[in-house]
């Protein structure tokens, strides 16, 4: 979703300066159960592709009852970067309470 933008010069989502914060929750059979943005990218077009990029990305695979918060979900931030990062697992901060 995001690599859409590849194809676009010179436009406000070619800015290298984009990025976004989520805030996600899975289940324990691996559905997305929550999904906000928490800092935005100042571009709602921006923001609105990585949340559907996450929403088509599901079922996840089932998370392992360690890494479960006491709700039984598995909560963490990911933030997604326009620039050479993208959207590496570097850039997620698990959330255990």
């Known amino acids: 979703m995001l690599g859409d933008f590849d194809q676009r010069q010179n436009t406000a989502v070619s800015d290298p300066n984009l990025a976004v914060q989520l805030a996600l929750a899975i289940d324990a059979t691996g559905n997305l159960a929550k999904l906000d943005v928490v800092v ?3 571009l709602a077009e921006f923001d609105e ?3 559907k990029a996450f929403r088509a ?3 996840y695979p089932t998370p392992p009852d ?3 918060s006491k709700d039984g979900l598995v909560h963490f931030r990911w933030t997604l970067y326009r620039d050479d990062r993208q ?3 570097f850039s997620v901060e698990p959330i255990v309470d």
């Open 40 to 42: 935005s990218s100042k």
């Open 49 to 51: 592709a990585a949340v």
């Open 57 to 59: 990305s599901g079922p």
């Open 66 to 68: 360690a890494i479960k």
């Open 87 to 89: 959207c590496g697992t």
